[in-house]
């Protein structure tokens, strides 16, 4: 595993924040879910770097990539126990749609458990729905995670652009 990181420069020796969550996403999800939790996280760097934005705000978004998946393979059973923890009731909105709890919950582990700044946690909170008014940092997640699930659907042809050149492919 950490051979795949270093090759692909995704590792970082001195970051152990990032070690940690490292850790953590192998212990907690799947091989297949993991490929995607790292497509995503790349595909957050090239939208930061597009972007201009600061490395600090990049590389805390980097780790908002990795953990905004982390409880997705979770059960109902404990997905509550993760809220119940933090004291945490989930709204009408959230309960609209069940599929989406994980980025409440993943959120909560982001901000108590790794101290990720409060533009990181709402960007992991929100990568499934979206709402109104949506942060650049949010938007950057949500995109990103959306970006990464097209490129996998194999019955559906989309040009890959490059953000670093602005052509598409």
Known sequence: FNDYIAI?????????KR????QRLTQAVSTER?????????????FCEWLDVPKKETEELR????LHDLTKENSPE?????R??????????????????HG?????????????????????????TGRAEMTVAEK??????????????????IPSFDFTTGCRS
């Open 63 to 66: 780790l908002a990539a990795l």
């Open 84 to 101: 119940q923890t933090y004291g945490v009731t989930p709204d009408r909105d959230d309960l609209r749609c069940q599929a989406a709890l």
């Open 8 to 16: 692909r420069g995704l590792y970082r020796a001195n970051d152990e």
């Open 19 to 22: 070690e940690a969550v490292l």
């Open 140 to 157: 950057i997640l949500y995109l990103a995670d959306f970006t990464e699930k097209l490129l996998k659907l194999e019955s559906v042809k």
């Open 34 to 46: 993991l490929a995607h939790i790292l497509s995503v996280e790349r595909e957050t760097d090239r």
């Open 104 to 128: 409440l919950s993943a959120s909560l582990i982001a901000e108590h458990e790794f101290s990720l700044s409060a533009d990181a946690v709402s960007a992991i909170r929100y990568h499934t």
């Open 78 to 82: 404990e997905e509550e126990k993760i």
